[in-house]
T-cell receptor
C-alpha cells in the first residue's frame, strides 16, 4: 500500500466550476498535510498546508482534513484555465520525511 | 517564499562526464532534500540532509552522491553520467513553518 494515494485523473472541469481533488494516506501518525501545484516542466509550488481536522480556506482554495478517515481534499472554486496543472498531495510524518502522491492532473476547459 | 537556488537549470552532457548540480539557500535551514522526477511521473527522494556533515540516501537508489559541508549548500554529483540519469532533479528545504519548498529544478539530459 502506498503512503499517499491520489486519483491520477485526468480530471476535467469547465471554467467557473468547482474542482475537487482527493487524497488518502496510510499512516495515522502523519502530522501535516500539503497540496502542491505543478505545471508541466516546472517544480512543485506549495499552495495549501493543513494541520488539524476541518477546513482551511485561502482565496479560491479550500483544504479539508479528516484524520479519522485519513483523507485530505482540495477544492478549487471558480476554476480558471490557469489552474490546469498536476496537483500533488503530500504528508509529513515525525522525522521530517515527506511522502508524495503521484498527483492528479486537472484541466480547466474555457 | 522559497529562496532555494539551483544551477544549472538545464544541462545537456555526454555519457561518462562528471556533473555537479548545485543547490543553495540563504535561510539557514538545516533540512534539505534532493528529489528526482521523470516527466509526468512521481517524485522520488534520493538524498537528504539534516545538517552539516549529515547525509542519507533516500527511498530511490541513486548512483549520485551528495555533500553538506556548509549549511547553505547541498550539491549533488554524478561521477559518470549515463542516459538513464536523464531526469529533473529538484532540491528542497524545510522552512521554519515546517513546510517544504522546492527550487526551480535542474533538468539533465545525458546523450
Amino acid at each position: 500500500q502506498k503512503e499517499v494515494e491520489q486519483n491520477s485523473g485526468p480530471l476535467s472541469v469547465p471554467e467557473g466550476a468547482i474542482a475537487s481533488l482527493n487524497c488518502t494516506y496510510s499512516d495515522r501518525v502523519s502530522q501535516s498535510f500539503f497540496w502542491y501545484r505543478q505545471y508541466s516542466g516546472k517544480s512543485p509550488e506549495l499552495i495549501m498546508s493543513i494541520y488539524s481536522n476541518g477546513d482551511k480556506e485561502d482565496g479560491r482554495f479550500t483544504a479539508q482534513l479528516n484524520k479519522a478517515s485519513q483523507y485530505v481534499s482540495l477544492l478549487i472554486r471558480d476554476s480558471q484555465p490557469s489552474d490546469s496543472a498536476t496537483y500533488l498531495c503530500a504528508v509529513r510524518r515525525a522525522g521530517n520525511q515527506f511522502y508524495f502522491g503521484t498527483g492528479t492532473s486537472l484541466t480547466v476547459i474555457p | 517564499e522559497a529562496d532555494i537556488y539551483q544551477t544549472p537549470r538545464y544541462l545537456v552532457i555526454g555519457t561518462g562526464k562528471k556533473i555537479t548540480l548545485e543547490c543553495s539557500q540563504t535561510m539557514g535551514h538545516d533540512k534539505m532534500y534532493w528529489y528526482q522526477q521523470d516527466p509526468g511521473m512521481e517524485l522520488h527522494l534520493i538524498h537528504y540532509s539534516y545538517g552539516v556533515n549529515s547525509t542519507e540516501k533516500g527511498d530511490l537508489s541513486s548512483e549520485s552522491t551528495v555533500s553538506r559541508i556548509r549549511t547553505e549548500h547541498f550539491p549533488l554529483t554524478l561521477e559518470s553520467a549515463r542516459p538513464s540519469h536523464t531526469s529533473q532533479y529538484l532540491c528542497a528545504s524545510i522552512h521554519d513553518t515546517g513546510e517544504l519548498f522546492f527550487g526551480e529544478g535542474s533538468r539533465l539530459t545525458v546523450l
